[in-house]
């Protein structure tokens, strides 16, 4: 048994490992004779070690010893350089990962929610708990605490959102000025800032902390943000099989125009971004709603997917999904399904998009079908954070 055998037999085992290793790795630079001259004290030492010979294994050892000093000389810095070597291969192999296998995205939105959670926020009118309890939130839920005190009495007058320098830079912030000449800094980005905190509590929603004003002591921002869902998407699938309505699925906005806007992409009308939402409609397809629910082709939507979003069917108390709705709040174009008589017949290579939370989705009855070439995969697995206020949050997406 293996951790019966003496330590002597385990060393030159490792002896004759790494002289192998070595030999490998200069063959085709050293001279015969050098070859020559490992191999016969590698052959040596494993007829030492077989014969169990303590005294024999030890002076082969040395001789390896000797022969690598000659001529595997350390180079300078040697240990940085290897250690160099693992960090780029390592990055090499995630690189490769992401480029064809699995991406990972956050969710910034809450179109397809409940299915996927977006940036969420909540007042409070209790301080943020002790150390331990925030350290556990944000592991398990995403979650970041704000407690921002006015420091006179004051009132908003600029909302913006900035990254801050040094190592702050990569982190995006919401700077939050004031009548006093006072500034805040809330480290967060400020759409979920402002639904979080722009609304006192009795109030009904404002959308803006600018104008609010406060009492000296008084919080400007005081509760939490949960950080969108992280997900991965499956980047290998559809180069070998056709996307399936249901699936909820990623793709790039970039060559999506919107008749009559001048501009490329969906709102907020960057040329080139990602979405995900779920695939409604495949080519060919003929869509209809009739709130709060879908249709294919004449026929009520059957999958698993929509029957979830139009009847809720986990019955579950913490079920918010609504159904599908007519009404998107932008344009009403032959795509926008804008009443239950109005029908939309897919074009080839295109696919048709809808947000699960269909009341606050810009999706395709806003602007229009998604390309094939558009296409990027499905997406595949919540990886982060692992539970939410309705429980367990981690796993495959449905």
């Not at 609504?322 to 926008?336: A, L, P």
Request: proline share 7%; with cysteine; charged share 25%.
């Amino acid at each position: 048994m293996f951790f019966l055998t003496p330590k002597f037999i385990k060393q030159g085992r490792l002896y004759i490992k790494e002289a192998e290793k070595r030999l490998a790795y200069n063959r085709d630079r050293w001279t015969p004779e050098v070859i020559s001259n490992f191999e016969g004290e590698i052959e040596r030492l494993t007829d030492a070690v077989k014969s169990r010979d303590e005294a024999a294994v030890k002076v082969h050892e040395q001789s390896l010893d000797k022969l690598c000093g000659q001529h595997c000389p350390l180079a300078p810095n040697a240990g940085i350089a290897e250690n160099v070597e693992v960090i780029l291969v390592a990055i090499i192999v995630a690189l490769g990962i992401r480029t064809y296998f699995l991406q990972p995205f956050t969710i910034p939105t809450s179109s397809m929610y409940p299915t996927l959670n977006g940036i969420t926020g909540k007042a409070t009118t209790e301080e943020p708990p002790n150390f331990l309890i925030r350290a556990y939130q944000t592991a398990a839920y995403g979650r970041t605490w704000h407690n921002v005190i006015a420091e006179a009495d004051e009132t908003v007058t600029n909302v913006a959102e900035e990254k801050r320098g040094g190592l702050r830079r990569f982190f995006t912030y919401t700077r939050v000025d004031t009548s006093a000449g006072n500034t805040y800094w809330i480290n967060e980005a400020k759409d979920p800032v402002e639904a979080a905190f722009g609304v006192k509590h009795g109030e009904g929603f404002r959308g803006t902390l600018v104008g609010k004003s406060f009492h000296k002591g008084e919080p400007i921002a005081r509760g939490y943000t949960d950080t969108g869902d992280h997900v991965f998407v499956d980047k290998f699938s559809y180069h070998f099989r056709k996307p399936t309505r249901g699936e909820v699925f990623v793709f790039l906005t970039e060559h999506i125009n919107i008749p009559g806007y001048g501009v490329s992409g969906p709102p907020p009308m960057k040329p080139s971004q990602f979405y995900i939402k779920r695939l409604a409609g495949l080519p060919g397809d003929e869509l209809r709603i009739a709130a709060p629910e879908l249709f294919h082709n004449g026929h009520r939507a059957e999958e698993p997917g929509f029957v979830r979003v139009m009847k809720g069917s986990d019955q579950s108390p913490w079920n918010q999904y609504r159904g599908y709705s007519n009404t998107i709040g932008h344009r009403y174009d032959e795509y926008s399904l804008a009443s239950p008589d109005m029908a939309f017949r897919v074009p080839e290579q295109k696919y048709f998009a809808l947000g699960d939370n269909s009341y606050n989705s810009s999706d395709s009855r806003a602007w229009g079908t998604v390309p094939q070439e558009n296409l990027m995969g499905p997406g595949f697995l919540v990886y982060w954070p692992f539970v939410n206020d309705r429980g367990s949050h981690f796993g495959l997406i449905k």
